[in-house]
């Protein structure tokens, strides 16, 4: 047995969502939608659960700045 459900949405609701995101949630939304999400949400809890360690900003541009 299923239950279907209908949601309408209107584009312009949705845009204005967006367009009220903060820049943060923004590059979050358009990881998830470029299908990269998994892959993030795999490496942050890689980096939770202490499996790797993250570079310094000073260790990621050595030699640079």
Do not use: P, W
Not at 5 to 15: N, S
Not at 46 to 53: A, N, Q
């Amino acid at each position: 047995m299923s239950i279907g459900i209908t949601v309408e949405l209107k584009v312009e609701d949705i845009a204005n969502s967006i367009k009220k995101l903060k820049q943060e949630d923004k590059e979050t939304l358009l990881l998830l939608l470029s299908g990269k999400g998994k892959e993030i949400k795999k490496r942050l809890h890689e980096i939770k659960s202490k499996k790797v360690k993250t570079l310094t900003k000073e260790e990621t541009f050595k030699g640079v700045l």
